[in-house]
């Protein structure tokens, strides 16, 4: 079986973890400062704030941006379950915008014609490692006045016109098990702005500023020296494990490009993709359906994924919520019914790569 996901940790991160418990300091110390120093470094921003994980990371970056009630925040409808949790959480109004499906990321007209007077933040997410068309959400934000908050679970080192994803606004960053970059569970917010980095820091903490000197309501978000030391060496190789994902993506599409009823996923011009998912759409005129592409992988040893299965909000305890408003979003209800990851991540050798397309391309009959 070749496996849709897989954890790469090794001898480095043994030793590193081993560091930490004969510290004796296992909590947050010098280990969690450490990765904030190095993940800002990869992000290019001056601050990253380590979380305990990738939720809790946008539901801080909302707390800290003061919203009051029926403030709305605008998101993509194809999306992880994690982010419309986040705004409902932080007491906010989630409302919706089509996405493109050029990049399969909320799209930044739609998102413009959807901008309400009670919007007040915009938070595009930055899907399977390709980055939002992060400049148009720049301008739109500036434009009306509005906070950006980009869910950045996907993308870590994704870049547009050379910037980092998380550095065009608040971002958010999971490092949980499955993600590229992972500490078991773990969430970072990275930012330029002094004001908001010391105040997530200080809501992370109980609301503490010194010892026992309370300045907010705060909350425990804080994560672990233990977790943080399992992220380090994967930081060392992060460059290599990226150009790894790019250099199979490469494969896959060279591969399956022209297959009949299949459309392979692209890397926009100005974009760095990291390669999270290798995400195909199956069309309508394919010669299996999607259900039947996906049982045959599967019988042919090929991990699959449908990430995700439904829009995000269609689900009765979304669609009966009373801060949760559905709009019309006709690409994304066409586009969920089409896609299916297969595997990318580096542990997939160019001769799985040839066995997944040439699974795929018997499949669909190519
Ligand atoms: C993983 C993920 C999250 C949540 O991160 P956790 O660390 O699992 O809490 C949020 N948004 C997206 C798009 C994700 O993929």
């Not at 569970?185 to 309370?214: P, S």
């Not at 994902?245 to 392979?264: F, H, M, Q, S």
């Not at 990430?307 to 689900?315: A, E, G, I, S, T």
Request: glycine share 8%.
């Amino acid at each position: 079986m070749i496996p849709i996901s897989s954890v790469d940790l090794g001898p480095e991160v043994e030793a590193e973890v081993l560091k930490v418990l004969r510290s004796g300091m296992v909590a947050q110390g010098p280990v969690v400062a450490e990765f904030e120093r190095r993940f800002a470094e990869l992000t290019g921003v001056r601050h990253a704030v380590a979380v305990n994980n990738g939720t809790t990371a946008l539901v801080a970056a909302l707390q800290v941006l003061d919203l009051q009630e029926g403030d709305e925040v605008l998101t993509t409808p194809f999306t992880f379950v994690a982010t419309l949790n986040a705004i409902l959480e932080a007491g906010a109004t989630a409302t919706f915008a089509d996405i493109a499906e050029s990049d399969f990321n909320l799209d930044a007209a739609a998102a413009a014609a959807a901008v309400t007077d009670r919007t007040a933040v915009l938070m595009p997410v930055h899907l399977y490692g390709q980055t939002v068309d992060a400049g148009a959400f720049r301008e739109l934000a500036d434009s009306h006045d509005l906070a950006l908050v980009e869910d950045s679970a996907q993308s870590h080192g994704a870049t547009f016109e050379g910037r980092a994803a998380g550095s065009f606004g608040l971002g958010c960053f999971s490092f949980y098990g499955t993600k590229n970059l992972t500490t078991g569970e773990g969430g970072v917010i990275t930012t330029d702005d002094d004001t908001l980095a010391d105040r997530l820091r200080v809501l992370r903490n109980q609301g503490m500023r010194a010892r026992y000197q309370y300045e907010v309501a705060g909350h425990n978000y804080r994560l672990t020296d233990l977790q943080a030391a399992v992220v380090l060496p994967q930081l060392d190789r992060y460059a290599a494990t990226v150009a790894r994902r790019k250099a199979n993506a490469a494969r896959l599409t060279e591969g399956l490009d022209g297959v009949p009823g299949l459309v392979v996923p692209r890397e926009l011009p100005g974009r760095s993709h990291v390669w999270h998912q290798f995400t195909v759409r199956l069309t309508p005129d394919a010669r299996v359906d999607r259900d039947e592409f996906v049982a045959r992988l599967t019988e042919a040893g090929i991990g699959n994924g449908i990430y995700y299965p439904r829009l995000v909000f269609d689900y009765d305890c979304y669609r009966d919520h009373p801060r949760v408003r559905v709009g019309d979003v006709p690409v994304a209800e066409r586009i969920v019914r089409e896609v299916v990851s297969l595997p990318v991540h580096p542990k997939v050798s160019d001769a799985d790569v040839d066995t997944i397309v040439s699974a795929v391309r018997s499949i669909l009959g190519a």
